[in-house]
């Protein structure tokens, strides 16, 4: 087969899931191309081998007309047999351009916590929990199938030599809590200013602890923000933002806990450290043997029920993090476990398998759907874009908050476990 493969963007957090399974399915003997934007994670994919093609820079705007034209023309050219494109603005874009003009089957992944409505329903859809699979297929999804975003546990295990993450930080031997994300005002922010609250709380009561925020995004000026006050209350620096790694495994080896959700989340477990699961409305839960069942059916996150999400998650971080900081035998312990669990089901491989039959199945069926059920696709992606294009604007327009990276929205899952 050969291969186009279109993420969203270009910039840590679940895009590494996409260049990764990328070349999984290279590594299984296929022609695997990666048509991206720009962004630090350019460089991943150089380094993993596979063949990297600039986006038209025209396409800054999405979904773009620009982005479904040059899509037509490469899969053309390049005698492409199928694309991956992953979250909404990309599947919307080859929608429009390979399936739609070039006849060519796509593949869309969505490992974001929700699925937009306006999603096509007839492309073949890829998501990364049960609760999500159950709902697209409920939604009218035709074809869904589950990959839980996989981790690489060779290259993401204990034993990875961090090097000078700590000394070019300037960071004590103290207790360091990670967390690598985007830092995106959806999902993210909530809980980036919460950890940042109940650090400065536990350094200003003598708790040893230090934070690193690893990543980038339109969100910096807030968490800068928290991060000072944070060390101001401490009466010394005790949270540190480090910017963008395209390549964050020293920070995962460096961390003695890691705070997270999704597919970071996983990779640092699948370096055998203890995780905070991060989520919004105040959610935050260890992830241990017992709440292990709802992460594996919800996904690596949650949905608390507070109004004052952020007090109520410094305060909820806050009570974990003073018994699991003192206790360093259960930090082994979680630490042991969450490898385990990694290894057993988010291994790569696995995830490569399941991506190749996905992808066989899918160009094997590719004269599908009807011309009907296609035309239908067509008004019910379109209105649904347009609608949602119309509303972001409408919020601009009365000074509310929009998305700064078109993302998906929140996903409603119900509130569940410890808040």
Not at 40 to 53: K, M, S, Y
Not at 297 to 302: I, K, L, M, P
Request: hydrophobic share 45%; with cysteine.
């Amino acid at each position: 087969m050969k291969v186009l493969v279109y993420p969203h963007t270009m910039v840590l957090g679940g895009v590494l899931n996409a260049i990764e399974m990328a070349a999984a399915v290279r590594d299984r003997g296929h022609e695997v191309i990666v048509l991206s934007r720009p962004g630090p994670l350019v460089e991943a994919v150089r380094q993993l081998g596979l063949e990297h093609i600039p986006l038209d820079a025209k396409a800054r705007r999405v979904p773009s007309p620009y982005a479904a034209a040059q899509l037509t023309r490469l899969v053309k050219n390049r005698g492409i047999d199928i694309v991956n494109a992953w979250e909404w603005p990309s599947a919307v874009e080859a929608f429009a351009g390979a399936r739609l003009r070039a006849g060519l089957p796509v593949v869309c992944t969505v490992f974001s916590m929700s699925v937009a409505s306006f999603m096509p329903r007839t492309l073949p859809l890829i998501v990364g929990s049960e609760e999500i699979a159950e709902r697209a297929a409920a939604a009218g999804h035709a074809s869904v199938t589950l990959i839980e975003p996989p981790v690489d546990v060779q290259a993401n295990a204990p034993g990875y030599d961090p090097g000078p993450f700590r000394t070019e930080l300037g960071l004590g031997a103290g207790p360091l809590l990670v967390v690598v994300c985007r830092l995106a005002h959806e999902l993210k922010l909530e809980g980036l200013l919460a950890a940042c609250d109940a650090v400065g709380n536990l350094a200003a009561a003598d708790v040893k602890v230090q934070l690193a925020v690893v990543g980038d995004g339109p969100a910096r000026r807030e968490v800068e923000a928290a991060a000072a006050a944070a060390n101001a209350h401490a009466g010394r620096r005790v949270v540190i933002l480090t910017g963008e790694l395209y390549d964050p495994r020293p920070a995962y080896a460096s961390a003695d806990v890691v705070l997270g959700m999704g597919g970071s989340a996983l990779r640092g477990m699948a370096f055998g450290k203890p995780l905070v699961v991060q989520g919004e409305r105040g959610f935050w839960e260890l992830a241990t043997a017992e709440s292990a069942p709802m992460f594996l059916r919800q996904g690596w996150y949650g949905l608390g029920s507070e109004a004052d999400g952020r007090a109520a998650g410094a305060q909820r971080l806050e009570q974990i993090l003073r018994e699991l900081l003192d206790d360093t035998a259960t930090q082994r312990r979680l630490g042991e476990y969450c490898r385990a669990l990694v290894v057993e089901r988010y291994g790569l491989d696995r995830a490569g398998t399941v991506l190749e039959e996905v992808f066989a199945e899918a160009i094997e069926a590719s004269n599908q759907p009807s011309p009907m059920r296609l035309a239908a696709d067509v008004v019910h992606t379109g209105v649904g874009v347009l609608r949602h294009k119309s509303v972001r604007k409408w919020r601009r327009w009365r000074g509310m908050s929009v998305a700064s990276d078109d993302s998906n929205a929140v996903a409603s899952i119900p509130s569940r476990g410890r808040q």
